[in-house]
């Protein structure tokens, strides 16, 4: 039954509770509005038909004509490679779509190149105090907006089968390390392809064998990922690993989109 919203002839009655926006706006609804973010975006992931997605990370500060304006250029094309190779498996649902955070900088480039291709892209953006703005190249019907930052990395690592991770900072160090958490203690019940783009870079800002000499991770860790620096080696990786695990085998009942990740028990 619909529910018209109380207007002031109506004096004295309170709207159904969720009309209410005052409640749904109080400390007591917040359990109501991290559930809407689990499901608003659930409902249009449906409703395009996106199974699962290839997510990029990277600084929001590199600019296509800076400094590191090559990463940018190359998540560009990385992005029109993946979209290209996705759009010729035929599938009735749309697989391995780019992903990203939905900003400016390396998300855009992602969002760019995917959009250039004639392909379905993501936009995953978080508001913030200095106010990030959705970047134009996301398709309008999978551009969301988060306020809980735990809510936005649920959709980054639940639905990725690929993470490419270019140059960045805090952030990207941040959502790096947690997809490699999960990945190393098992909670994701899924196999997920980790490719750090830009050897020299990121050799110089991690340096995982100290990590493994002081013994703070196991010698096997360190090939929880890998490394690319061009878009057709990051490309050949995927298409191998993406191969192997989720198209060469049968489809099994219950994996039409979105096919979210089972966490391990």
């Given at each position: 039954?619909?529910?018209?919203r109380?207007?002031?002839?109506?004096?004295?009655?309170?709207?159904?509770?969720?009309?209410?926006e005052?409640?749904?706006?109080?400390?007591?609804?917040?359990?109501?509005?991290?559930?809407?973010?689990?499901?608003?975006?659930?409902?249009?992931?449906?409703?395009?038909?996106?199974r699962?997605?290839?997510?990029?990370?990277?600084?929001?500060?590199i600019?296509?004509?800076?400094?590191?304006?090559?990463?940018y250029?190359?998540?560009?094309?990385?992005?029109?490679?993946?979209?290209?190779?996705?759009?010729?498996?035929?599938?009735?649902?749309?697989?391995?779509?780019v992903?990203?955070?939905?900003?400016?900088g390396?998300?855009?480039?992602?969002n760019?190149?995917?959009?250039?291709?004639?392909?379905?892209?993501?936009?995953?953006?978080?508001?913030?105090?200095?106010?990030?703005?959705?970047?134009?190249?996301?398709?309008?019907?999978?551009?969301f907006?988060?306020?809980?930052?735990?809510?936005?990395?649920?959709?980054?690592?639940?639905?990725?089968?690929?993470?490419?991770?270019?140059?960045?900072?805090?952030?990207?160090?941040?959502?790096?390390?947690?997809?490699?958490t999960?990945?190393?203690?098992?909670?994701?019940?899924k196999?997920?392809?980790?490719?750090?783009?830009?050897s020299?870079?990121?050799?110089?800002?991690l340096?995982?064998?100290?990590?493994?000499?002081?013994?703070?991770?196991?010698?096997?860790d360190?090939?929880?990922?890998?490394?690319?620096?061009?878009?057709?080696?990051?490309?050949?990786?995927?298409?191998?690993?993406?191969?192997r695990?989720?198209?060469?085998?049968?489809p099994?009942?219950?994996?039409e989109?979105?096919?979210?990740?089972?966490?391990?028990?």
């Open positions: 039954m619909k529910h018209k109380i207007t002031p002839s109506h004096e004295g009655r309170r709207p159904v509770a969720y009309l209410n005052s409640f749904l706006e109080s400390a007591d609804a917040r359990p109501l509005r991290i559930v809407s973010e689990y499901l608003e975006p659930l409902s249009h992931f449906r409703g395009e038909k996106v699962d997605t290839v997510v990029f990370f990277g600084s929001a500060r600019t296509e004509d800076g400094p590191m304006g090559r990463y250029s190359e998540a560009r094309a990385l992005a029109g490679l993946i979209t290209k190779w996705s759009d010729s498996l035929q599938n009735t649902n749309y697989r391995f779509v992903c990203s955070g939905g900003g400016p390396i998300m855009e480039a992602a760019r190149g995917a959009t250039e291709a004639g392909g379905k892209s993501i936009g995953l953006n978080i508001g913030l105090p200095f106010e990030q703005e959705p970047n134009p190249y996301i398709t309008p019907e999978l551009a907006e988060f306020h809980y930052f735990f809510m936005r990395k649920f959709w980054f690592a639940y639905l990725a089968k690929a993470l490419l991770v270019f140059p960045g900072g805090f952030g990207t160090l941040d959502e790096l390390c947690e997809i490699l999960l990945v190393q203690t098992r909670k994701l019940e196999k997920i392809v980790i490719v750090l783009y830009g020299e870079y990121w050799k110089e800002i340096n995982f064998d100290a990590l493994v000499k002081h013994g703070m991770i196991s010698p096997e360190v090939e929880l990922f890998q490394y690319a620096d061009t878009p057709e080696d990051a490309l050949k990786t995927l298409q191998t690993y993406l191969t695990y989720y198209l060469e085998p049968e099994q009942p219950g994996t989109a979105p096919e979210i990740a089972k966490s391990r028990v």
